[in-house]
């Protein structure tokens, strides 16, 4: 017996979008670590930052690092037998990270989470585009689909941090472990006992590819995060580093060509829409990195407690809610989606403006509202559309092969570089305007212990000035980025009028060259009657 739905014959249907809705929600709250934490964390363990900034990264690649193997893997188990043993193993790792006191173990953990989040995800994810998107136009889905994934883990965040303040780190790990045990007692209750399809074997995966697709990431995710603490190539470890990543992904790819059945796939990267999405991903990533630095100014200068930067991120929600609204709208009238991309850019342009002219010490919290909502709605539309125009008339099969490095491109590398990229220049940006401001500091006028009462405004002002000059390189940066969405088509032919004027005027000339050429024929063959009948007579 088979059975394609999730919930047994006796579920009425209105309670199974409850519980479709239940645990979407739950599945998009799961994260190794929450960037919130990340502060509460590091002090109580006394270790580096660095290490939770990595364990963040390693959750994106274990869910890039499954996605080529979640369709076999749910052909070949039973989905209530999956699911269950998926919350269990989730509520246990949640339960080793708030117990242990080794951060290498929470990298650790958090790749795992998100290896099993992905397998949990895809048997939600299917449901729910037939359910939001019954024509099978994937536009509308993903205006519904991202903006919610994406509130939810800002409300999430806001929860956890909150739970830390009043309690403990350790208490919200143990609330998603007792979360994900009343999610597998929900999978066993409800969902059926049959098998989804005739069974896949699992001999065909082959393991050393997710291996090495694992480790070319999370050696770059070392790279990217221990670059600045170690000094970047003035480190070897950061060398080793990068040389392991770069030869595990040669070996990668080297493999892919002598499988029967690759682990993934990388021909679909050679189609236009692929690398000029993965190009505006990239470009994404720019805008999106600018967190490093709003986190500074907000934490240092401003002096926002954990909450209160928390719920400073809450505020992007209207602008994500208007993301969803316009993409529904602009997906249904079936317009092109350029226009949708470039007023993405252009608020998230528009964000970086109103920072640059906001970098002062009397800035309050009122005037967050505007740039936040800007920055919710630049990032969503840009989630929606460009996901969409990547994935755009793509074989399922391609996809599959390929979407797993197109996520972790689009949720971590592009995300990363930058990141990184933005914390050494913004220190090296900080001494400069030291240095600057030392220019104008006699000793002799200015006493020691004066210099040694004012360091912190010059400190301030360092920051300010180094915060202000990242974001004027950033919006220049940007209006580069808008020119390059104005002159692509997005699939669309440019200059349609153009093109068929030269298509016409190109099948008239063919048209007169067929007909002179069969004038030719007809006279040569006149000629050679005209001789032949002279011979004849």
């Known amino acids: 017996m088979y ?47 660095e290490y939770f900034s990595m364990a963040n990264y390693a959750t994106t690649i274990g869910m890039g690092a499954v996605m080529p193997l979640v369709m076999r893997f749910k052909f070949r188990f039973k989905v209530r037998d999956k699911l269950t043993f998926a919350f269990v193993f989730i509520a246990a790792l949640s339960l080793f990270s708030a ?9 650790f953990t958090a790749f795992l989470v998100g290896f099993m989040k992905m397998f949990v995800m895809i048997e939600f994810f299917l449901p729910l585009m037939m359910i939001l998107s019954p024509d099978g136009n994937r536009g509308k889905f993903y205006s519904v689909f991202y903006p919610f994934a994406i509130i939810v883990s800002q409300v999430i965040n806001y929860i956890s941090v909150d739970i830390s303040v009043r309690y403990n780190w350790e208490h919200f790990y ?20 049959q098998y989804f399809s005739v069974k896949m074997p699992l001999y065909y995966i082959d393991w050393l590819s997710v291996l090495l697709f694992a480790a070319t990431f999370l050696f770059s995710a070392y790279v990217f995060t221990f670059g600045k603490q170690q000094d970047w190539l003035n480190s070897p470890k950061i060398i080793d580093a990068s040389i392991a990543a770069f030869a595990c992904f040669v070996m990668l790819a080297f493999r892919q060509t002598r499988l029967k059945r690759p682990y993934i796939s990388f021909k679909i990267f050679k189609r236009k829409n692929v690398y000029s999405g993965l190009l505006m991903l990239l470009m994404l990533g720019m805008f999106l990195a600018t967190g490093t630095v709003q986190n500074i100014f907000a934490v240092s200068i401003l002096g926002y407690d954990l909450v209160t930067n928390a719920e400073l991120n809450l505020w992007m929600i209207p602008g994500m809610v208007a993301s969803g609204v316009m993409g529904m ?3 249904r009238q079936n317009i092109n989606i350029k ?16 920072m640059y002219f906001s970098m002062v010490p009397e800035m309050n919290f009122e005037r967050w509202y505007l740039p936040m909502i800007l920055k919710g709605y630049g990032m969503c539309s840009l989630y929606i559309t460009v996901w969409f125009y990547m994935m755009d008339k793509l074989d399922i099969n391609d996809m599959m092969a390929a979407i797993g490095l197109a996520l972790v491109w689009r949720s971590f590398i592009a995300v990363a570089v930058f990141s990184a990229l933005f914390y050494w220049f913004q220190y090296d940006f900080q001494v400069t305007s030291l240095g ?25 002002n360092a920051i300010l000035a180094a915060n202000k000059k990242l974001f004027g390189y950033i919006i220049i940066a940007g209006i580069g980025i808008m020119i390059y969405v104005l002159q692509h088509g997005f699939g669309k032919e440019r200059f349609t009028s153009y093109n068929r004027y030269v298509r016409l005027i ?32």
């Not at 006796?10 to 979008?17: E, T």
């Not at 998603?176 to 066993?188: D, E, F, P, R, Y």
């Open 3 to 49: 059975n394609k739905g999730l919930f047994a014959n006796w579920v009425p249907k209105p309670l199974q979008l409850i519980l479709i809705a239940i645990f979407s929600t739950f599945t998009m709250s799961l994260s190794g670590v929450n960037t919130g934490n990340i502060t509460y964390m590091y002090s109580s363990m006394g270790s580096m930052s």
């Open 99 to 107: 117990t242990t006191n080794q951060p290498e173990l929470i990298v």
């Open 174 to 193: 143990i609330l998603t472990a007792i979360g994900a045990l009343l999610m597998a007692l929900l999978c066993w209750i409800f969902m059926h006992n």
């Open 329 to 331: 709208m602009w997906f």
């Open 339 to 354: 226009f949708f991309v470039l007023s993405g850019f252009a608020a998230l342009i528009a964000y970086c403006i109103i």
């Open 436 to 460: 600057d401001m030392a220019v104008y500091l006699d000793g002799i006028n200015l006493s020691q212990p004066a210099a040694m009462q004012n360091l912190k405004v010059f400190q301030i």
């Open 506 to 537: 190109k099948g008239r000339g063919l048209i007169a060259q067929r007909r002179r050429r069969e004038q030719l024929i007809l006279e040569r063959s006149a000629e050679g009657i005209k001789d032949a009948a002279g011979s004849a007579f």
